[in-house]
């Protein structure tokens, strides 16, 4: 969420302290409900959401774990999601080399699963926050990159004294929420430093990193085929791709968050099958797969187009497939009238009212299902 204020604004490190400072004094001490400046919204969501549980600003944190048998627990349930990051977080340690930044990931009730990176455990506060079983909460620690990730499903950039315990503004952290294959948040993944110079640039590398662990998350599911999806123009085969696994009856599985969003998936309900999403029969995407068409543009029921790759299970992630648009495909006239029948059925076969939703006159609709 985005407030128009920029991340990093145009100051020296002292004025943007110092425009801190004014935020929190005018939030947390100035008792006003309006949304003040220097700092986002969202921050201010969170202080509030802290004075709201009586939490103050001066009282010291205790980074407190969570029970053993529940750290087992989170361990384990959370397998998937180690599984996929370990490899992400790994490579992270050549983009923030000379940072003095670490990695943390949690699961999507702000405990710590895993920790990677150079963490002096010389320095109390590095130590206190990257443990394994460690609760970084919000309810737990105030506002942190964590609970607010956590809390707005978005990634964050959080420096000092947007921290809600003074204690905690030796930190600056970076964090971005990770999605898994059904949709739903199962965890985030958040960058720290101690008393390290302000690197808003990495809000863009965990966001970076964030996707690539839900790719893994949504590849590792048990599927059929493999569709990958953008946008017409854009190349296929890259992390931006929405994925979207498929059984063998053609029904949706698993997607990844690009894919939920291009395709308006709802998060946590049950999918529905490919072909109530595509104005194509299923078949003809389990056909692309089979002679390895390469990618094409189909149309969505909702008017739009999207470039698909479709991939049977146990073929290679065809990010090099060349596209033979003559090969397949569904010609428009088809596309069309399934698109206006589809419209029919909805409205009740209500051809009036079908026709408004369609924006064509009625005389339209029925000359094409005529010529069906």
């Not at 947390?28 to 802290?50: F, H, K, L, N």
């Not at 395709?263 to 995407?285: E, K």
């Not at 094409?296 to 029921?301: C, F, K, S, Y």
């Amino acid at each position: 969420m985005n407030s128009g204020l920029p991340v990093h604004p145009p100051f020296s490190p002292q004025d943007r302290l110092a425009l801190i400072q004014r935020a929190r004094t005018a939030v947390m001490e100035g008792d006003t409900p309006a949304v003040v400046p220097w700092v986002q919204p969202w921050i201010q969501r969170s202080w509030r959401r802290c004075l709201e549980q009586g939490m103050q600003p001066r009282q010291a944190v205790s980074f407190e774990a969570v029970s053993a048998p529940m750290v087992r627990r989170a361990i384990e349930a959370n397998q998937p999601l180690l599984r996929a990051a370990a490899p992400v977080i790994r490579s992270l340690a050549r983009a923030m080399a000379d940072t003095r930044y670490f990695a943390i990931l949690t699961d999507a009730q702000g405990v710590v699963i895993d920790v990677n990176g150079p963490v002096d455990r010389q320095e109390p506060s590095a130590s206190a926050i990257a443990r394994v079983g460690v609760d970084l909460s919000e309810q737990a620690v105030g506002t942190t990159a964590i609970g607010a990730t956590l809390a707005e499903e978005a990634p964050v950039w959080l420096h000092r004294g947007e921290h809600f315990f003074q204690d905690n503004a030796v930190f600056s952290c970076a964090g971005a929420p990770v999605f898994g294959p059904h949709g739903l948040c199962v965890g985030m993944l958040d960058l720290s430093g101690v008393n390290v110079p302000e690197r808003p640039a990495l809000k863009h590398l965990v966001t970076q990193s964030a996707r690539s662990i839900e790719n893994a998350l949504t590849l590792a599911q048990p599927h059929q085929l493999l569709l990958r999806l953008n946008w017409p123009g854009r190349v296929l085969g890259e992390d931006s791709d929405g994925l979207v696994c498929l059984d063998s009856e053609g029904r949706i599985t698993a997607a990844n968050r690009a894919a939920v969003d291009m395709l308006n998936l709802v998060p946590g309900a049950p999918w529905p099958h490919v072909s109530d999403v595509f104005a194509v029969p299923g078949g003809t995407l389990f056909d692309a797969a089979r002679h390895q068409r390469g990618p094409v543009e189909q149309p969505l029921w909702c008017g739009l187009r999207l470039q698909v790759l479709a991939l049977a299970n146990g073929q290679q992630d065809g990010t090099t497939a060349t596209a033979h648009p003559s090969n397949y495909g569904v010609p428009l006239k088809q596309v069309e009238a399934a698109m206006i029948r589809k419209a029919v059925e909805d409205a009740g076969g209500n051809v009036a009212e079908a026709a408004r939703a369609l924006g064509i006159s009625r005389a339209t609709v029925y000359r094409k299902l005529e010529r069906r």
